[in-house]
């Protein structure tokens, strides 16, 4: 019986709305993974500054100044080897050859987003034939249920009321990770790209196909 693979896609963009950063990772129905890919995107990377918001506080991730924290991280991990730095051609190379080895199913936490970003920055997802967004797949499995309701309210991972005063669950990888593992004090995502892959949005989706019938993924 033919196996089934995964292809799970993370993106760290840039303030022109291209893709810095790109990881992804290989992995079969049990979540053993089978390739990965870490890179920053030569004439990407270093040209055009990574995205962060103007008005953003100095200490926060998003910030001008943590815009340029990041830049540092990114040019340690150059120098450290877990980031080389490739091209957009040998992005789509990689991306080929593993559709040709494992005709995988494409999936993203914000599949829209970083389908997007690829598609700006000249990356090729659109050879994938099969796909779905792992935070719709996981909103609708889990983010209406009362267990995921108590267990967001016990971290505090609510939204700001909005003017009428209501307030809403935060769904993002996460607290979906973090409910998902049963890990209320598992730190935030580095927003790495591959990191965030393997720590966060591996697991969610491990445990979505652990439960979900083998149909709809």
Request: glycine share 4%; proline share 4%; with cysteine.
């Given at each position: ?30 979540g053993?993974i ?23 506080k ?5 910030s ?50 970083d ?17 779905f ?15 995921y ?23 993002n ?11 209320p ?33």
């Amino acid at each position: 019986m033919k196996k089934d693979y995964y292809l799970i896609i993370d993106t760290e963009t840039t303030i022109n709305d291209k893709v810095a950063d790109f990881g992804a990772v290989i992995c079969d129905r049990k979540g053993n993974i089978a390739d990965q890919c870490a890179v920053l995107v030569s004439g990407v990377f270093g040209i055009d500054p990574l995205f962060y918001i103007a008005n953003e506080k100095e200490k926060s991730l998003w910030s001008k100044q943590g815009k340029d924290r990041r830049f540092t991280k990114y040019n340690e991990m150059l120098e450290n080897g877990t980031r080389m730095l490739a091209s957009v051609n040998a992005i789509n190379n990689w991306l080929e050859r593993t559709k040709r080895e494992y005709n995988p199913i494409l999936t993203a936490y914000n599949l829209p987003f970083d389908m997007d970003k690829c598609n700006k920055t000249g990356i090729d997802l659109t050879m994938f034939k099969n796909s779905f967004c792992m935070w719709r797949a996981a909103f609708n499995k889990y983010a209406m249920t009362k267990s995921y309701k108590n267990f967001t309210m016990q971290i505090h991972a609510i939204n700001p009321p909005t003017k009428l005063g209501n307030c809403s669950f935060q769904t993002n990888a996460e607290v979906m990770a973090r409910f998902i593992l049963d890990e209320p004090d598992l730190q935030d995502e580095p927003h790495l790209a591959l990191e965030d892959v393997v720590g966060y949005e591996l697991p969610i989706l491990k445990r979505l196909i652990q439960t979900t019938k083998k149909s709809v993924f």
